[in-house]
């Protein structure tokens, strides 16, 4: 027996993107809102949260929750922090590790918002060709799904990064 309502359905509603390379930024097949080119990965990735968060309504911004896809750059940066401790003209500092944390590109982001809502690492990509889906509910109405995208490029110390951000809502409240 039913009665008449259903579960919520998260629906993708905005998209923002953000990159450390133009070319690559510009080349994405994503309908997005106005991509921004940024130097840090850490700027891209606040610039992308910063229009996927501010598409939401006030009363749900502070506390959706934050998914961050982060294989392809937890990969990158484990083969950059490899490079870095075999490498003898470098002398290897505590920092060097934290400053290649995921967490660490979207902290400036959430510390400057004030952010309260949870953040969720998630280093599983989705199957190939699907698209991570948050759970949504009437409690929690809302969520942003960060994708980090990593190009590697010759030195393992550099890369191009992409941020893309979806702001998904609940849809058949």
């Known amino acids: 027996m039913t009665t008449g309502t259903r579960r919520p359905v998260a629906v993708p509603w905005h998209r923002a993107l953000a990159g450390t ?10 309908p997005t809102a106005a991509p921004s080119v940024h ?10 949260l910063g229009a996927a968060f501010g598409a939401l309504s006030e009363d749900v911004r502070a ?17 950059r922090f490899v490079a870095r401790c075999h ?7 505590p920092s060097d590790s ?3 944390e995921t967490s660490e590109l979207v ?8 952010h309260r809502g949870d953040c969720y690492l998630l280093a599983r990509p989705p199957a190939s060709g699907e698209e991570f889906t948050p759970p ?22 550099d890369a191009d990064c992409l941020a893309l951000a979806t702001t998904w809502k609940a849809s058949g409240l």
């Not at 130097?39 to 992308?48: F, I, L, M, Y």
Request: with cysteine; aromatic share 6%; net charge positive.
């Open 39 to 48: 130097r840090k990965p850490a700027e891209a990735a606040s610039a992308a």
């Open 87 to 93: 490498d003898p003209a470098r002398r290897l500092r």
């Open 107 to 114: 902290r400036p982001y959430l510390t400057a918002s004030e």
């Open 21 to 30: 390379d133009e070319a690559r930024v510009a080349a994405v097949p994503v």
């Open 98 to 100: 934290v400053g290649m």
């Open 63 to 79: 506390t959706a929750a934050l998914y961050v896809l982060c294989h392809d750059y937890g990969t990158w940066a484990a083969r």
């Open 136 to 157: 949504v509910t009437a409690a929690r109405p809302a969520a942003v799904v960060l994708d980090l995208i990593v190009f590697p490029g010759e030195d393992p110390r």
